[in-house]
């Protein structure tokens, strides 16, 4: 599912739509998963970008499989739900989408400013 969104996260704390956030791992989160800041917020957010750093990579080069933990292949569900990685055949075999890459490559390139 390719929504054809353009994505970015600047250094500011801002996103495509003028959006202020606390961390790009957030706006990962509630801005584009549609989670919300309760509970254990904090640490799905870094399993969001787990998961989705794991497709950013070629296949042969991942540390881990979504199947290693469920929790693991739910969020990578969800990362195909909203457009951020392609499925392929198997959720374990997905890459990252177009629109993926863009949000992949905003939270890289600000991830020091931010400390994560």
Not at 53 to 63: G, M, W, Y
């Amino acid at each position: 599912m390719s929504i054809n969104k353009k994505y970015y996260f600047d250094d500011t704390g801002n996103d495509q739509d003028g959006v202020s956030w606390d961390s790009p791992l957030s706006w990962l989160w509630c801005g584009i998963m549609g989670g919300c800041g309760c509970g254990s917020s904090d640490t799905l957010q870094e399993l969001a970008f787990e998961v989705l750093e794991l497709f950013s990579k070629p296949h042969k080069d991942r540390d881990f499989s979504v199947y290693d933990k469920i929790e693991y292949e739910i969020i990578a569900h969800w990362l195909d739900n909203v457009g951020m990685i392609e499925h392929g055949s198997s959720i374990g075999g997905a890459w990252l989408s177009e629109e993926g890459e863009q949000v992949f490559e905003s939270i890289k390139s600000v991830k020091e400013k931010f400390a994560l």
